[in-house]
């Protein structure tokens, strides 16, 4: 936390960067106690979603493991920041845009007398799934016919729709591909920097686990350069 008492992005990312192991741990354990007891109570569709999440986390977590490999750890620390960095910033201002046209959408195609009325399943919810498949370029003609003929005001949902396409698929879509280039870019820059904190984190946390005798045992260098590295430390090396 800053002295302003504001925490930054940074320090969000190195918390649960520090703690996504344990995070993933919590949620695998959750998800794997909810397909149990599914699967007692013969609730076979709940069984099976639960075991799909907890498949997903298990394996997410078995990254931790390939961590330490340089090979692998830069590319896994690039996509960490990608994710809780570039997507955590895009994606609020992308879902507050998509609600906004949505819901403008969905008020032009309520049913009147002077226009074909629109499908009764055509909800809330459903128009802002349409939306979403849209925005990532999903049969982008037949969408906007569809619109066009369910709404009285046709020129303005039309004028709604071509304005959806070109913000999401065009200028937003464009702009999370740059904000991640550039965390690439960043990091590409420095691999060493980027993936040995992480790891010597790491490494510190496994070493708490082991006994004083232990850290003896598995001690590398000698007491002097330990000293010169923590001076107050109460670790001695052989």
């Not at 002295?3 to 520090?18: A, N, P, T, Y």
């Not at 397909?35 to 997410?60: N, Y």
């Not at 200028?171 to 991640?180: D, F, G, P, Q, S």
Request: with cysteine.
């Amino acid at each position: 936390m800053n002295g302003d008492s504001i925490i930054s992005l940074q320090e969000v990312q190195h918390f649960f960067h520090k703690n996504l192991q344990s995070l993933l741990d919590f949620a695998s354990a959750i998800a794997l106690m909810t397909a149990g007891v599914a699967l007692l109570s013969c609730w076979h569709k709940t069984h099976a979603e639960a075991m799909a999440v907890a498949s997903i986390f298990l394996f997410c977590n078995l990254l931790n493991v390939m961590l330490p490999f340089k090979f692998f750890g830069v590319l896994l620390i690039t996509i960490y920041k990608m994710l809780v960095g570039d997507m955590a910033r895009f994606f609020p201002v992308f879902f507050v845009l998509m609600f906004a046209f949505t819901c403008a959408m969905y008020l032009l195609l309520q049913r009147s007398p002077e226009a074909v009325s629109a499908p009764a399943d055509l909800n809330l919810s459903e128009l802002f799934k349409k939306l979403l498949w849209i925005s990532l370029g999903d049969n982008l003609g037949d969408n906007g016919e569809f619109l066009t003929s369910h709404a009285e005001s046709s020129a303005l949902i039309l004028t709604l729709y071509v304005s959806w396409v070109a913000l999401s698929s065009v200028l937003m879509l464009n702009l999370i591909i740059a904000m991640m280039g550039k965390t690439f870019a960043n990091d590409a820059g420095d691999t060493h920097r980027i993936w040995i904190f992480p790891v010597a984190e790491l490494v510190l946390r496994y070493e708490k686990l082991l006994s004083f005798r232990q850290q003896q045992e598995f001690c590398t260098g000698s007491q002097a350069e330990a000293r010169s590295v923590h001076p107050f430390s109460q670790f001695h090396c052989k």
